[in-house]
């Protein structure tokens, strides 16, 4: 049975247990007949709620490397409220001026053009992970990438404490919010020096004074990999997403604390800000950061 609520929404509704809804959801049985009914009258209870129309179709301007993972939030999250079309970022220009649906989830730089776009775009644009608020964008949904760099800076000044050394800083190619996240890190890193580098091998052989690591993206695994060829060791890696590569090396204690936020959720709130800015939901258009979460060695459960 199709539906774009979440698992808590519809157990609230029923008066019931997420793990009874996700049962009857999931035709997993054990579960009394009345029970599932009950589900399913939920379910349309919140049917009426949302005016019945056909799905939303929207544009969905994300980097390659975030595609999959923002398709599979929007089936899961909204799976019969918006129909997405994916584009890719080198097109987001031409895209937000064609203006051919009812909004826009966009990550993209903060380039002329692109804030231009935006501004022509005639339809709501919400930005995705990557806010550009210099343009008219209704509202951006995502973590606040500088107080996400600011937190890694936190962290690792705390661990370091007064041990002596030099921090490496591994740098990608800038996108996906990476820009901020290390601007935040060097405002908050006053103490140290940055030694910021996307080749870890070389700077590791002209620097013996590197003692912790912050790597606002890219391949963590190729960091470690890197240590122990020239087998030297960091006494702290702080790192950002949790995915299985991340939560493997966590467990290995191969990283110290991994900065990590919900991208199913921001998903759905640009869904739904887009909903609302075209009326079909009711409810306040605003931006709101999304919560930080600091994941570490015990806690890294995907």
Do not use: C
Not at 221 to 250: I, K, P, S, T
């Amino acid at each position: 049975m199709k539906h774009p609520y979440r698992i808590r929404e519809i157990a609230a509704r029923a008066g019931l247990s997420e793990a009874t809804v996700d049962r009857v959801l999931h035709q997993r049985g054990g579960v009394r007949e009345s029970t599932a009914r009950e589900v399913h009258q939920a379910i349309a209870a919140l049917d009426r709620e949302i005016p019945q129309s056909p799905a939303v179709p929207i544009d969905v301007i994300v980097p390659e490397s975030m595609a999959a993972a923002v398709r599979q939030a929007l089936e899961t999250e909204l799976p019969v409220v918006v129909r997405p079309r994916f584009h890719p970022v080198a097109d987001a220009v031409e895209v937000l001026n064609r203006g051919r649906s009812q909004g826009v989830i966009l990550t993209a730089p903060d380039t002329p053009e692109i804030i231009e776009a935006i501004g022509r775009a005639g339809v709501p644009v919400v930005t995705l992970g990557t806010d550009l608020p210099a343009s008219k964008r209704v509202a951006f949904a995502g973590i606040d990438q500088a107080d996400a760099g600011a937190t890694a800076a936190y962290l690792v000044g705390q661990w370091l404490a007064d041990r002596a050394g030099d921090v490496l800083v591994v740098r990608g190619t800038g996108a996906d919010g990476e820009d901020e996240r290390v601007a935040g890190f060097r405002a908050a890193m006053t103490a140290r020096k940055l030694i910021e580098a996307a080749a870890v091998d070389q700077v590791l052989a002209g620097n013996s004074a590197i003692r912790a690591v912050y790597a606002p993206a890219g391949d963590t695994a190729g960091v470690v990999d890197a240590f122990a060829e020239q087998h030297r060791v960091y006494d702290v890696f702080v790192a950002h997403g949790l995915d299985a590569a991340n939560a493997a090396l966590l467990r290995a204690h191969k990283l110290s604390a991994v900065l990590h936020h919900d991208l199913r959720a921001d998903v759905r709130q640009a869904g739904l800000t887009i909903l609302r800015s075209q009326g079909v939901l009711p409810g306040p258009i605003h931006t709101q950061p999304a919560a930080v979460q600091v994941i570490t060695p015990y806690n890294a459960s995907l």
